[in-house]
């Protein structure tokens, strides 16, 4: 089972440039996340999506961008990359079919991607 | 908003003592809580889960009560062992499934 399957693993970016972390998942789920995790923090919430075409900010969108084209796939997008970004992203994907009432909202997480911005 | 608490770390204990890791949240309704274990390297796995008031998760030997009258889901565990180790994360459900995490806890288990 593949389960959420992120890339790149580990980055290092200088201020400024772009990059996009992938992220894809083969269990049909409808809803995708991006968390960021800060040493002490815990994890934020970056952007979520319910679904195909449907995406929205969660509590620390500022520098990130993403798209939803497909069930399967939630690309986030760092467009001019700055230290502050400097963070370990992870992707998550939770079950949300209809009629899908014994579901509690359990993630399933991927392994998480090290950025570095110098 | 929603929220969750936890009690801060690190935690070191010798093996086979008994673990409690706090944690409370924000009574907005009765949301799912969660418990979440990251070992070193890895992403977030569920350790267990309670859907309403009274429930008790319990996994691997782990037990949570979901206690709606103080708003808590303390973790706790009689005897640990060194294969604990690892950073805890409590958790409650929010709009659009999404989990709004505590900071974590670190624990270190000795033998």
């Known amino acids: 089972n593949a389960g959420v399957t992120q890339t790149p693993k580990f980055r290092i970016l200088k201020i400024g440039q772009s990059m996009t972390l992938q992220c894809t998942q083969d269990m049909n789920h409808n809803y995708m996340y991006w968390y960021r995790q800060d040493p002490g923090m815990g994890l934020k919430l970056i952007y979520y999506s319910v679904g195909a075409g449907i995406t929205d900010k969660g509590e620390v969108p500022n520098g990130y961008n993403v798209s939803r084209s497909t069930t399967e796939d939630f690309p986030l997008r760092l467009e001019l990359a700055a230290p502050s970004q400097t963070s370990v992203y992870f992707c998550?994907?939770?079950?949300?079919?209809?009629?899908?009432?014994?579901?509690?909202?359990?993630?399933?997480f991927g392994e998480g991607s090290r950025l570095t911005v110098l | 908003g929603n929220s969750v608490t936890q009690m801060e770390g690190p935690v070191t204990l010798s093996e086979e003592a008994f673990l409690t890791i706090n944690c409370t949240y924000t009574?907005?309704?009765?949301?799912?809580l969660f418990w979440y274990v990251q070992y070193p390297g890895e992403g977030l796995q569920l350790l267990l889960k309670?859907?309403?008031?009274?429930d008790k998760g319990s996994n691997k030997g782990f037990e949570a009560t979901y206690r709606k009258e103080t708003t808590s889901f303390h973790l706790e565990k009689g005897s640990v062992q060194v294969s604990d180790s690892a950073v805890y994360f409590c958790?409650?459900?929010?709009?659009?499934?999404?989990?709004?995490f505590g900071s974590g806890t670190q624990l270190t288990v000795l033998p």
């Open positions: 998550a994907s939770s079950s949300g079919l209809a009629g899908d009432t014994w579901n509690t909202g359990e993630l399933f």
């Open positions: 309670a859907t309403k008031a009274d």
């Open positions: 958790a409650r459900r929010g709009s659009a499934r999404q989990l709004t």
């Open positions: 009574a907005t309704g009765y949301p799912s």
